[in-house]
């Protein structure tokens, strides 16, 4: 699909994918100041293509979040997002690189 033609601000945040959902994996690493959790539904089990970045420590979601990431660099522009639940004008993300096993 062209993501620029589907672009609908109103979705943001709800969309998935035709990928199998992932098995729960929980550590102790903490929900700390710019970790990547995994979004899912009620089901732990339920993740599939959504993540959130913590824009600050929230231990309460040790535990009940599979954390697989933590923002090494430029976390000034993830306090940049537009916040909300939802966002009335939600940000977009135009490219978005990710560094596997980097030494």
Excluded: C, W
């Amino acid at each position: 699909a062209n993501m620029e033609k589907d672009y609908n601000p109103g979705r943001a945040g709800t969309g998935g994918s035709d990928l199998p959902d992932l098995p729960a994996e929980f550590s102790r690493i903490p929900h700390a100041r710019g970790s990547l959790g995994a979004a899912r539904s009620q089901n732990p089990n339920s993740a599939n293509s959504q993540f959130f970045i913590s824009f600050k420590d929230n231990d309460f979601l040790n535990g009940q979040y599979t954390v697989y990431g933590q923002v090494i660099e430029g976390m000034e522009h993830v306090d940049a997002i537009t916040r909300g639940e939802p966002p009335a004008n939600p940000d977009r993300m135009i490219s978005v690189k990710v560094a596997a096993d980097v030494a």
